[in-house]
């Protein structure tokens, strides 16, 4: 089980559009690579959603004496989430241990096989699961996402403190332009962190319907960007 990097989709605001980006990306680069998601947003996890795979479950396997989940594969990625293992309702109210074991459990028990890439779903805000991650994962860098919108990027400067407390290398922003926000960003705090910009992806209809098979724009100058750091 060889997985060549792994990289995390991450913001501290919530709804800025991580679990649909992941999804799009993975797609969009599941024509020339090898890749897998997993869906750390333990509390509410949506690639199950987003894929329209809320029937599926991961099969499970003995190795070793250990039981193994097989990941769900789905246009040739593979998936692991919570919402395949678990009802949603059931995990909404646990502490934060019972969220690292959780996430430890679906981390060491996929079995993942070979990948390019390895994209971790993150769910909003700082705390445990970005821990558990960080230590249990090492993701080799993290791709930072924010709307145009100063409330966002104030959020963001919290994922990156976090992100270089837990020495995760970031790769740079994503700027996704949810609803076609005339405001401005206001970018010049991350710049002055060294922060490159990446990508902008517009509001798009097509990602509001979770129909992702037409690349959304800005998701091909982000697929591109990370095959070239490979
Ligand atoms: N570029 C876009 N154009 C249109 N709708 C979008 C776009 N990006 C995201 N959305 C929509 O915005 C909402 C939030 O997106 P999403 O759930 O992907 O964000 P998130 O950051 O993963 O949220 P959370 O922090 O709760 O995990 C969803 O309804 C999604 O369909
Ligand atoms: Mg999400």
């Not at 980006?21 to 959603?49: C, E, R, W």
């Not at 091909?220 to 490979?230: P, R, Y």
Request: glycine letters at 6%; aromatic letters at 8%; charged letters at 20%.
């Amino acid at each position: 089980m060889m997985i060549k990097k792994i990289i995390a989709i991450a913001s501290a605001k919530g709804g800025v559009g991580k679990s649909s980006i992941t999804a799009a990306l993975a797609l969009n680069m599941s024509k020339s690579f090898k890749v897998g998601i997993l869906d750390a947003d333990i509390y509410g996890p949506n690639q199950h959603i987003l894929f329209n795979l809320q029937d599926a479950k991961p099969n499970l396997i003995t190795v070793d004496d250990k039981k193994m989940f097989q990941p769900v594969m789905h246009e040739g990625i593979s998936i692991n989430s919570m919402g395949f293992i678990l009802d949603a309702d059931k995990a909404a109210v646990w502490r934060g241990p019972m969220l690292s074991g959780a996430i430890r459990q679906l981390i060491e028990s996929t079995i993942w096989g070979d990948l390019d890439f390895l994209f971790i779903d993150m769910p909003p805000g700082t705390g445990d699961a970005y821990l558990t991650i960080a230590s249990e994962i090492k993701p080799d860098a993290c791709i930072l996402v924010t709307t145009p919108n100063k409330l966002a990027v104030a959020d963001l400067i919290k994922t990156i403190s976090t992100m270089n407390k837990l020495a995760v290398n970031i790769s740079g922003y994503v700027e996704n332009n949810i609803a076609n926000f005339k405001t401005n960003g206001d970018y010049k705090i991350l710049e002055d962190k060294g922060i490159p910009f990446i990508s902008s992806i517009p509001f798009d209809e097509d990602i509001y319907h979770f129909d992702l098979n037409n690349t959304p724009n800005g998701i091909k100058d982000l697929s591109s960007f990370i095959a070239s750091t490979v």
